[in-house]
């Protein structure tokens, strides 16, 4: 199967009561439409992690894939150092419980989640990989020393990382600037880009007048830089009314024209029709060159409180 341009992201359908990182808790019954409108249209990579509600998305993303064929979906997931105990095989064991969850026998994508301690868990992939249970291996938030020395360890077993997942937008670009892109587009590794929307900030429906929801982690985050953003949405308005494009879908377009693979986290029905729609839109070189020049010039910082810098 190949891959989609764009994959969808479920860390948003982790929220619960008492985990409010989005500022909504979602139910199966109000993502169905989500998944039915994803896999009608070819978005058919489903991206998520036992660190995302501990399970709850993946108990999600489980229940509502499980009327489609396997083969017709992949699934990619992730084993989080951070949330690993002192046992002897704490990453079987993470993933026994994703593939739980996920309602299957093998997931296409297994990633670690963060560069916690290289030389001690980028081997335990590779038994995973020889008993059929991951097909590909990803590692998301490593910087380029980490990936390549990932890279050495499991070439030693004849596997090769297939995938580098970290955070980058318009507003977020130091794994360009650390060389890493051009790393895996000179590899043949597809580079996922999550966060491409800054979590609804380069979306254009939040500003100043509509913040994010109170009371969420990332309202926290963002609503202090909504100010310095303005004249940047409105560039990214500008561009996309010249093409019949929404400011989310001109910040996804430009992930798309970097040569990433952009993880978009939907949780309605109707942001996938945008999806396929930032597909179209076409950047020029003037107009990239316009955007990032004036995300320079917000000088907000959104590096994650889980991200170490890549340079």
């Not at 335990?124 to 890279?151: C, D, F, M, T, W």
């Not at 900030?201 to 309202?219: C, I, K, M, N, Q």
């Not at 990433?260 to 939907?266: N, S």
Request: hydrophobic share 40%; charged share 20%; proline share 5%.
């Amino acid at each position: 199967m190949t891959e989609p341009k764009i994959a969808l992201g479920t860390w948003a359908w982790g929220d619960t009561a008492s985990n409010r990182y989005f500022g909504d808790t979602l139910s199966a019954a109000s993502l169905k439409p989500v998944v039915t409108a994803g896999m009608a249209h070819g978005f058919t990579l489903w991206d998520t992690a036992y660190a995302y509600g501990q399970g709850t998305a993946e108990n999600l993303v489980g229940e509502l894939l499980a009327p489609y064929p396997r083969e017709s979906y992949q699934l990619s997931t992730k084993f989080t150092p951070r949330m690993a105990g002192t046992g002897d095989h704490e990453m079987a064991d993470m993933l026994a419980g994703s593939l739980r969850r996920l309602r299957t026998d093998y997931v296409d994508l297994y990633w670690i989640h963060n560069p916690d301690d290289v030389e001690k868990w980028t081997p335990e992939l590779i038994p995973l990989v020889q008993s059929g249970k991951v097909k590909r291996v990803g590692v998301s938030n490593h910087n380029l020393a980490q990936i390549k020395r990932a890279n050495e360890i499991l070439g030693k077993a004849g596997i090769q990382i297939s995938a580098v997942q970290n955070h980058f937008s318009l507003l977020y670009r130091s794994s360009e600037r650390a060389g890493i892109i051009d790393y895996c587009q000179e590899h043949h590794i597809t580079f996922y880009a999550y966060m491409v929307l800054e979590q609804g900030a380069l979306t254009g429906h939040y500003d100043v007048d509509h913040p994010l929801p109170a009371g969420s982690e990332r309202a926290k985050v963002y609503n202090a830089a909504l100010p310095q953003l303005t004249k940047l949405t409105a560039a990214m308005k500008a561009i996309g009314e010249r093409q019949n494009a929404s400011i989310a879908e001109v910040a996804t377009a430009y992930a798309l024209a970097k040569g990433t693979t952009p993880i978009i986290g939907v949780t309605k029905e109707k942001y996938i029709a945008s999806e396929l729609r930032a597909e179209k839109v076409s950047l020029t070189p003037a107009e990239i060159s316009q955007l990032e020049n004036l995300a320079a010039q917000t000088q907000v910082d959104t590096k994650g409180f889980w991200e170490a810098p890549m340079v």
